[in-house]
């Protein structure tokens, strides 16, 4: 199972950005999908995850300014990231909690690359 995210770069803070992830491989189910984040200072920590039944959850700080959503027909999750500011810049990493065609039947997490996004002041 492998995670390509696209869509990072740079933008001035008020301004948006949206993250794409397409997960591909032997995909059986796919339980959650969603996205972390990560800066050099601070750990890995909760975006936005949407779950198989279209529920999601979000990071407090995120809350009422990023919207997730997905397209289960092509295995892929958006981050719709409005209002940006400069305390978003972090590496963000798709992630995905699948269960493989082939195995022991179980749901594993997957992790893309992450791509950088960086909000200006």
């Known amino acids: 199972v492998q995670l390509q995210a696209s869509g990072g770069g740079l933008v001035q803070a008020g301004g948006s950005l949206r993250l794409s992830c397409a997960a591909s491989?032997?995909?059986?189910?796919?339980?959650?999908m969603g996205w972390y984040r990560q800066t050099p200072e601070k750990q890995r920590k909760l975006v936005a995850v949407?779950?198989?039944?279209?529920?999601?959850n979000y990071g407090d700080s995120v809350k009422d300014r990023f919207t997730i959503s997905s397209d289960n027909t092509k295995n892929t999750v958006y981050l719709q990231m409005n209002s940006l500011k400069p305390e978003d810049t972090a590496v963000y990493y798709c992630?995905?909690?699948?269960?493989?065609?082939?195995?022991?039947?179980?749901?594993?997490?997957?992790w893309g690359k992450g791509t950088l996004v960086t909000v200006s002041s």
């Open positions: 992630y995905a909690n699948v269960k493989p065609t082939y195995g022991s039947g179980s749901y594993n997490d997957y």
């Open positions: 491989g032997s995909i059986f189910s796919i339980r959650r």
């Open positions: 949407i779950i198989s039944d279209g529920s999601t």
